[in-house]
T-cell receptor, first 120, second 111 residues
């Protein structure tokens, strides 16, 4: 079945970097974009950025520009998100999600989420 | 700070209808389709409405969506206990070189 499986939870110190992976299966990886969304404890959903599965084009949330990089590895059908210079307010569950087949503005397949904790 | 405004909470008894509003602007809902996500506590969001009013396969038909101008709405008809969750509207916004925006979220409680 179509699914996205994310890497496990991590605890990082302020100023460190973290990389979250999102492995896709059950569909043609290069036919769909992947978006990343985060949710701080007790808060709402916040868009982090998007990457094309076809050509690797990216779009990032302005507030994270310069600290976030998204990549894809088509040989393993995996999308990656790296966040650098971590701060305490980056503590959140990070989700990857796939575009729907018809409509790039909606995301119908979600990963299970990865908890990233930033603490000294 | 979200540019899509939703009421923080809504509630109803089983069988009732609950409606959630999502207020945006000409740079987001006014120009692109509204989508709705349901998030049960501790789980990943689930798409329940896309393209303003379309339901993905498997989503019960008691969920319906609509859009008018710069606002969208989600209705839950015949509320059930399993509908208790947080609901978010979302779409692309073409300001700031384009970015995706989520609504502030609405907690639906089944009394």
């Amino acid at each position: 079945q179509v699914q996205l499986v994310q890497s496990g939870a991590e605890v990082k110190r302020p100023g460190a970097s973290v990389r979250v992976s999102c492995k896709a299966s059950g569909y043609t990886f290069t036919s769909y974009g992947i978006t990343w969304v985060r949710q701080a404890p007790g808060q709402g959903l916040e868009w982090v950025g998007w990457i094309s599965g076809y050509n690797g084009n990216t779009k990032y949330a302005q507030m994270l520009q310069g600290r976030v990089t998204m990549t894809t590895d088509t040989s393993t059908s995996t999308a990656n998100m790296e966040l650098r210079n971590l701060r305490s307010d980056d503590t959140a569950v990070y989700y990857c999600a796939r575009e729907t087949s018809c409509c790039p503005e909606a995301f119908d397949i979600w990963g299970q989420g990865t908890m990233i904790t930033v603490s000294s | 700070q979200s540019v899509l405004t939703q009421p923080p909470s809504a509630s109803g008894t089983p069988g009732q209808t609950v409606t959630i509003s999502c207020s945006g602007s000409n740079s987001n809902i006014g120009r692109d389709a509204a989508n709705w996500y349901q998030q049960v506590s501790g789980t990943a969001p689930k798409l329940i409405i896309y393209r303003n009013a379309q339901r993905p396969s498997g989503v019960p038909d008691r969920f319906s969506g609509s859009k008018s101008g710069t606002s969208a709405s989600l209705a839950i008809n015949g509320l059930q206990s399993e509908d208790e969750a947080d609901y978010y509207c979302a779409t692309w916004d073409d300001s700031l070189d384009g970015h995706y925006v989520f609504g502030t979220g609405t907690k639906v409680t089944v009394l």
